[in-house]
Nanobody
Framework: QVQLVESGGGLVQAGGSLRLSCVAS????????MAWYRQAPGKRRVMVAR???????LLSDSVKGRFTISRDSDKNELVLQMNSLKPEDTGVYYCNVDVVISDRGPLYDYWGQGTQVTVSS
C-alpha cells in the first residue's frame, strides 16, 4: 500500500556530488522519521542520516559537513544532498520511512528498492 521510489544514484569521481531522492506514495496517513541507510558489499547496513517529523536532522559522523538531509512534507519526499564524495561512501543507499497508514494505527517501516552510489578514486 506504500511505495518508496528512489532516484539519483550513479557513478561519480571523488569530490563530486549526487542528490538522492525518495518519494513516498500510497495509503499514507502520516509519516514520521525518514532516513537514508548505506550498505557496502560484505558490510552491515548503517544509517547515514535521518530527519524527524519535526524536521530535525541527524547525520552520521562520517558524513557530517559533507551531506545534508531534508524533507518536503507536501511531496512526501526525502532528499540527501551528497557533496565532497569519498570512495568509502560507495554502497547501495536505501530510503527508510516510518509510516502510519490509518488513524490511530501502528507505525511501520518501509524500505525503498535501493540506489547504487559508486565513488571512484
Amino acid at each position: 500500500q506504500v511505495q518508496l521510489v528512489e532516484s539519483g544514484g550513479g557513478l561519480v569521481q571523488a569530490g563530486g556530488s549526487l542528490r538522492l531522492s525518495c518519494v513516498a506514495s500510497g495509503s499514507i496517513f502520516s509519516i514520521g522519521t525518514m532516513a537514508w541507510y548505506r550498505q557496502a558489499p560484505g558490510k552491515r547496513r548503517v544509517m547515514v542520516a535521518r530527519v524527524s517529523s519535526g524536521g530535525g536532522a541527524l547525520l552520521s559522523d562520517s558524513v557530517k559537513g559533507r551531506f545534508t538531509i531534508s524533507r518536503d512534507s507536501d511531496k512526501n519526499e526525502l532528499v540527501l544532498q551528497m557533496n565532497s564524495l569519498k570512495p568509502e561512501d560507495t554502497g547501495v543507499y536505501y530510503c527508510n520511512v516510518d509510516v502510519v497508514i490509518s488513524d490511530r494505527g501502528p507505525l511501520y517501516d518501509y524500505w525503498g528498492q535501493g540506489t547504487q552510489v559508486t565513488v571512484s578514486s
